[in-house]
C-alpha cells in the first residue's frame, strides 16, 4: 500500500531564514498532494497543495514542489515568521478505482527562533 | 474556525466501555472523514462517507464503525475500548472527495483509563 516519509521530524531555523520540508511517497497512482499545518490544541488546516499535472506551485512565502520521476514533494517557508511555528503535514492520495484513500507522513515540528 | 463542529471535546472513560463521537460537517459539503491522532502513528486515516454512503476506509478497527446521516453529520462508534485507543479524534470534511481540500474539526480528546 501507499507510504509517506517525512523528513525531518523536527527543524529549527532563525527567523527570517527559510525552512525546507521533504516527503517522498511510493504508490505512483497517487494524484494530489496537500501540505497541512497544526497549531497547538487545534485541528490541521491546509496550507497548500498541489496535483501531479503541476510541477511547482506557489502563495506568497509558501511553496510546494513535485518531482513525480522521483516521488517527493516539498515545502519551503521563506522568510520566516513567528507565527509559522506549529506541525506541517504532508499527505498523498492514491485513487483505488472510486476509493480514494489518503496517507499523511508523521509530521515536522517547525520552530522558529527568535 | 473551520465550520466544522466535533462534541464532547474531551471523554474520559474506562477499558470495556463504548463511546459515540459526533460531527457536524461545514455547510454544503457532501464528504466526512474520521482520523485519530496519537503521538506514535501519527494522523491516521479511518473512514469516509459521501452523502451518506461509505467511499473509502483505511485503518479503521472492526471495533469502530461510523455513520453519515441524512442531515449529513456523521457519529464515530468505538467500542471495547482499550487504553491504545486513547487518542485526538478528527473529523473533517470536503465537497467531495479526497482529492479537494478537506476542513478539520477541533477534535475529540478521548482518554480510556
Known amino acids: 500500500g501507499e507510504n509517506v516519509e517525512q523528513h525531518p521530524s523536527t527543524l529549527s531555523v532563525q527567523e527570517g531564514d527559510s525552512a525546507v520540508i521533504k516527503c517522498t511517497y511510493s504508490d505512483s497512482a497517487s494524484n494530489y498532494f496537500p501540505w497541512y499545518k497544526q497549531e497547538l490544541g487545534k485541528g490541521p488546516q491546509l496550507i497548500i497543495d498541489?496535483?501531479?499535472?503541476?510541477g511547482e506551485k506557489k502563495d506568497q512565502r509558501i511553496a510546494v514542489t513535485l518531482n513525480k520521476t522521483a516521488k517527493h514533494f516539498s515545502l519551503h517557508i521563506t522568510e520566516t515568521q513567528p507565527e509559522d511555528s506549529a506541525v506541517y503535514f504532508c499527505a498523498a492520495t492514491s485513487p483505488m478505482n472510486r476509493d480514494d484513500k489518503i496517507i499523511f507522513g508523521k509530521g515536522t515540528r517547525l520552530h522558529i527562533l527568535p | 474556525d473551520s465550520g466544522v463542529t466535533q462534541t464532547p471535546k474531551h471523554l474520559i472513560t474506562a477499558t470495556g466501555q463504548r463511546v459515540t463521537l459526533r460531527c457536524s460537517p461545514r455547510s454544503g459539503d457532501l464528504s466526512v472523514y474520521w482520523y485519530q491522532q496519537s503521538l506514535d502513528q501519527g494522523l491516521q486515516f479511518l473512514i469516509q462517507y459521501y452523502n451518506g454512503e461509505e467511499r473509502a476506509k483505511g485503518n479503521i478497527l472492526e471495533r469502530f464503525s461510523a455513520q453519515q446521516f441524512p442531515d449529513l453529520h456523521s457519529e464515530l462508534n468505538l467500542s471495547s475500548l482499550e487504553l491504545g485507543d486513547s487518542a485526538l479524534y478528527f473529523c473533517a470534511s470536503s465537497v467531495e472527495s479526497l482529492t479537494y481540500e478537506q476542513y478539520f474539526g477541533p477534535g475529540t480528546r478521548l482518554t480510556v483509563t
Open positions: 498541489i496535483r501531479s499535472n503541476v
